[in-house]
């Protein structure tokens, strides 16, 4: 079974500075897609980014980008000039792939704070 | 795109009243939908897997009987809590995969406030 540690249950930033939020993971396989999710006040979840095991490059999305350490199993996340709409809490997320593929394990959130 | 709908956004209700979910793939084909449970603050506990046309899978500790799940199509998976108490207070968060493709992550409704009075 897969396991999906989040060490910080709540952070805090200024506006416009960076974040590293961390997640380490424990998995037996080798094929496999990491996620990080938000999920805002309005409780919706919502894909922030998205990596594939099998690549080393780092997955970056506009101000998004991860640190993806397979041998480490560690996915931490980079929040650059953060922005107030950027407070949520944040989910890291393990999908494995093959059989019963699709169904996600979660770590147990960051609660971000973007203060002005 | 990836758009899914879930309904009614909050409901509240007496004890012993069933109350059904519904959440919608609006304009992809999900052959599995995943249902959730979500207390303040924390993470979401998966209650059960999804298969359209075929039994919903639970995961441990949950109740078949007191959550029924249909999946009868490949765009509607419905959670039916029969006899809510208080105890099934919580926020309920369905999500699906779009049909195909490796490595597709999961697409959120905006989830189910549901209070049992």
């Known amino acids: 079974a897969q396991t999906v540690t989040q060490s910080q249950p709540e952070m805090s930033v200024q506006e416009a500075e960076t974040v590293t939020l961390s997640c380490t993971y424990d998995t037996s396989e080798s094929n496999y897609y990491l996620f990080w999710y938000k999920q805002p006040p309005s409780r919706q979840m919502i894909l922030v980014i998205r990596?594939?095991?099998?690549?080393?490059q780092n997955a970056t999305e506009n101000r998004f980008s991860v640190n993806f350490q397979k041998a480490a199993k560690s996915f931490s996340l980079k929040i650059s000039d953060s922005q107030l709409g950027d407070t949520a809490m944040y989910f890291c997320?393990?999908?494995?792939?093959?059989?019963?593929?699709?169904?996600?394990?979660f770590g147990d959130g960051t609660t971000l704070t973007v203060k002005p | 795109g990836a758009v899914v709908s879930q309904h009614p956004s909050w409901v509240i209700c007496k004890s012993g009243t069933s109350v059904k979910i519904e959440c919608r793939s609006l304009d992809f084909q999900a052959t599995t939908m995943f249902w959730y449970r979500q207390f303040p603050k924390q993470s979401l506990m998966l209650m059960a897997t999804s298969n359209e046309g075929s039994k919903a899978t639970y995961e441990q500790g949950v109740e078949k009987d007191k959550f029924l799940i249909n999946h009868a199509s490949l765009t509607l998976s419905t959670l039916t809590v029969t006899s809510a108490h208080p105890e099934d207070s919580s926020f309920y968060i369905c999500s699906a995969r779009v049909f195909g493709g490796i490595g597709q992550p999961q697409h959120f409704g905006d989830g189910t406030r549901l209070s049992i009075l």
């Open positions: 990596q594939e095991a099998y690549k080393q």
């Open positions: 997320a393990f999908m494995k792939l093959g059989p019963n593929a699709g169904k996600s394990t």
